[in-house]
């Protein structure tokens, strides 16, 4: 059994399953070692659909959001749903790839937060309840820009490389350590901070179950 340490403040991002069989045996071997667990929308499942079942298995469920093929109708949607099941968590992700894929709707994650704000307070502070977050390299002066960005209009959490961590964390954000396995190799919950790890690169559920089976 993993212990308490070793699953504590840990967020695991895997895409969403094909199938209900598929999603129960990633949440087989999930149990116990996160804290919450993000879906991100894909080929599979609804994400929304999995909710009873994350949380039965003791996790605390979480959203993956893109905009590919997502208009402002489709976001509002998704955020009542959101609220609706009590999703604490948002983490705002580049898309699957698909090279055939038309992106719609707003790119602009900035103003999407903007915008998430003004509905909050419009409504009463429906959404103030959910954290948005998305992941950073903080390599690059663009992508500090965005983060700076991100970080004014309602940003609660960010995923950075470990060395970033201090970086992160000084602006006042929850910072967590972004941790991306490829292939079989994993260094994962040794770092300085909670973490995120991070599946959506690995290729099917199989791959991403033998990573979560191997996790303390």
Excluded: Y
């Amino acid at each position: 059994m993993p212990t308490a340490s070793a699953a504590s403040g840990r967020i695991i991002l895997i895409d969403a399953p094909s199938s209900f069989p598929a999603a129960d045996t990633l949440l087989a071997a999930a149990a116990g070692k996160c804290t919450t667990l993000m879906v991100r929308w894909g080929d599979g499942l609804d994400p929304f659909l999995l909710v009873p079942r994350i949380r039965t298995a003791g996790i605390e469920p979480g959203l993956a959001l893109h905009f590919r093929d997502m208009n402002r109708t489709a976001l509002a949607g998704v955020l009542l749903s959101a609220s609706a099941c009590g999703i604490r968590r948002i983490l705002l992700v580049d898309p699957p790839p698909n090279p055939d894929a038309v992106p719609v709707g707003p790119s602009d994650a900035p103003a999407f937060l903007a915008w998430v704000a003004e509905a909050s307070r419009l409504s009463g502070g429906r959404f103030a309840g959910i954290a948005f977050g998305a992941c950073f390299l903080l390599d690059h002066p663009l992508d500090q820009r965005l983060f700076e960005k991100l970080r004014l209009v309602g940003l609660r959490f960010a995923a950075v490389p470990i060395e970033k961590i201090g970086q992160a964390a000084a602006t006042g954000v929850e910072a967590l350590a972004w941790i991306r396995p490829l292939g079989q190799e994993l260094h994962s919950g040794s770092g300085p901070a909670p973490e995120l790890l991070d599946l959506t690169a690995l290729s099917g559920t199989s791959a991403q179950g033998r990573i979560l089976s191997a996790l303390p």
